[in-house]
Nanobody
Framework: QVQLVESGGGLVQAGGSLRLSCAAS????????MAWYRQTPGKQRELVAT???????NYADSVKGRFTISRDNANNAVYLQMNSLKPEDTAVYYC????????????????WGQGTQVTVSS
């Protein structure tokens, strides 16, 4: 079984910073891509940032220039450094991974973390 475990959420004042971590464990033969999503009540889950196996990154316009996604391939981990936080960044943040779980497979499998709460106060 593959499991994604997140940490780093919490309460911070506007303008502050947080660093989210997500580590994947289990039978993993390769990483296609990893990403962070966020969701607030009554809204669709929103893609925040992605990073591919080749290191390409993509960010939502609302976080561009403030958030940075990075990887630690040795530990199957992904991070989200969040700076200059705003109250509108308040959400549950979810780690997402597209992983290869069989040797030689070209079909990836999608996994989700449990979510971690980020609250930004004004």
């Amino acid at each position: 079984q593959v499991q994604l475990v997140e940490s780093g959420g919490g309460l911070v004042q506007a303008g502050g910073s947080l660093r989210l971590s997500c580590a994947a464990s289990g039978s993993i033969f390769g990483i296609n891509a990893m990403a962070w999503y966020r969701q607030t009540p009554g809204k669709q889950r929103e893609l925040v940032a992605t990073i591919t196996s080749g290191g390409s990154t993509n960010y939502a316009d609302s976080v561009k220039g403030r958030f940075t996604i990075s990887r630690d391939n040795a530990n199957n981990a992904v991070y989200l450094q969040m700076n200059s936080l705003k109250p509108e960044d308040t959400a549950v943040y979810y780690c997402n991974a597209r992983l290869f779980i069989r040797p030689g497979s070209v079909v990836d499998h999608v996994y989700w973390g449990q979510g971690t709460q980020v609250t930004v106060s004004s």
